[in-house]
């Protein structure tokens, strides 16, 4: 659906020249959920610019649905915007408006009756279940129902595309959530390809199947959901998975030297983390009886990504030195990533 080659993106001139977009080719499918994620100033919301050519690309080729965007004539590129909705952080409603009026607003310069339009504006009200505030204003609306009235305004001309700029960062995380179950219906339901800008990496484990991740500019890491998370190859994307597990809280504890983390001799503080979507036995539990040790969980963050486990625990190992090591072995066998942080020493 989504094809961009060697995009970059240049502002300024001369030596006073930023590169926000560096290079970037990247395709998305039809009816996929795309996240693109990155910190401040890693060039994502410029990168999902240039897909409707709201930024027009310093060089570079950008096709949506079979059309190279990138070569149309000002009429043309116009009518190619009607296939690509857009929403926003700050929503971009009109405040004068209704959210009837807001909703029916991109349908100004369609061929339908003034009846079509009418009953057009109140499905997809429906659609986004805020079908009882069409005579409501902006402001007398939450931030969740003003990003539901900007999705119907976003889908009020059929796009095959739907482009979402931290559409969720101005909101609570129960909202968030919403908002996003919302758009995984609309995609299931319309066959609708979404892209999702964010620098939170929850939104992408919630909703996205594959994502890229940007850094200066840069495309650095690009995957399955799953397989990002579970062996991230660039630092970046190490720091952006440290903001959403609790498993990265067992650094601190160690450096408070918290009594949790003070171990006795022959025991070691080992991280245990699911690399693989296949594991799905009782390992901690089979471990502990396999080898005759003890596991004292100290910190637990599994979840469901694409319909496998991911994450990990944290505990204390203690036993026998050998059968410690044998169990060590036997988890790495099992796909389960094994870490140790903090050992002991063998027991005297």
């Known amino acids: 659906m989504i094809e961009l080659e060697k995009i970059s993106k240049v502002f300024g001139t001369g030596g006073r020249e930023v590169h926000a977009i560096d290079d970037v080719s990247l395709s ?5 959920i795309f996240g693109i994620i990155g910190f401040s100033g890693a060039g994502k919301s410029t990168l999902v610019r240039c897909i409707n050519l709201l930024e027009m690309p310093t060089s570079g080729r950008v096709t949506v649905d079979g059309r190279e965007l990138t070569t149309l004539s000002p009429k043309e590129l116009r009518t190619a915007r009607k296939g690509i909705g857009m929403i926003f952080q700050h929503f971009n409603l009109m405040p004068s408006r209704t959210v009837f009026g807001n909703v029916a607003f991109p349908l100004k310069g369609s061929n339908l009756s003034k009846q079509e339009k009418e009953e057009k504006v109140r499905e997809l009200l429906r659609l986004v279940d805020i079908g009882d505030k069409e ?11 003003k990003q539901r009235v900007a999705i119907a305004r976003a889908l009020a ?8 700029d931290e559409a969720t960062s101005a909101l609570d995380p129960q909202t968030t959530k919403s908002i996003l179950q919302l758009l995984k219906k609309l ?7 979404v892209v999702m800008i964010t620098h939170e990496m929850a939104v992408i484990k919630e909703i996205c199947s594959r994502v890229a991740v940007m850094e200066k500019g840069r495309l650095v890491e690009e995957g399955e959901v799953f397989s990002i998370f579970a062996n991230p190859k660039e630092d970046v994307t190490r720091d952006f998975i440290k903001t959403t ?4 809280k067992i650094s601190g504890l160690l450096k408070e030297d918290s009594p949790v ?18 594991v799905s036995e009782p390992l901690i ?31 204390i ?7 410690i090591d044998q169990a060590m072995n036997y988890l790495a066998e099992k796909n389960v990533g094994v870490e140790v942080i903090k050992d002991a020493g063998i027991a005297s």
């Open 285 to 315: 539990s089979m471990v502990s009886r396999k080898f005759d040790i003890d596991l004292n969980i100290i910190f637990s963050d599994i979840e469901i990504i694409q319909d496998a486990p991911i994450g990990g625990t944290v505990a």
């Open 187 to 193: 995609n299931k339901q319309l066959g609708i390809t």
């Open 261 to 278: 983390t003070r171990l006795k001799p022959g025991e070691m503080i080992v991280r245990l983390s699911y690399v693989e979507k296949n």
């Open 317 to 323: 190992m203690s036993g026998k030195r050998e059968q």
């Open 28 to 32: 998305i499918g039809k009816g996929e």
């Open 157 to 164: 001309n059929d796009p095959k595309v739907l482009l979402c």
């Open 245 to 248: 597990s609790n498993l990265q």
């Open 135 to 145: 005579n409501a204003y902006p402001n007398q609306l939450s931030g969740g129902q």
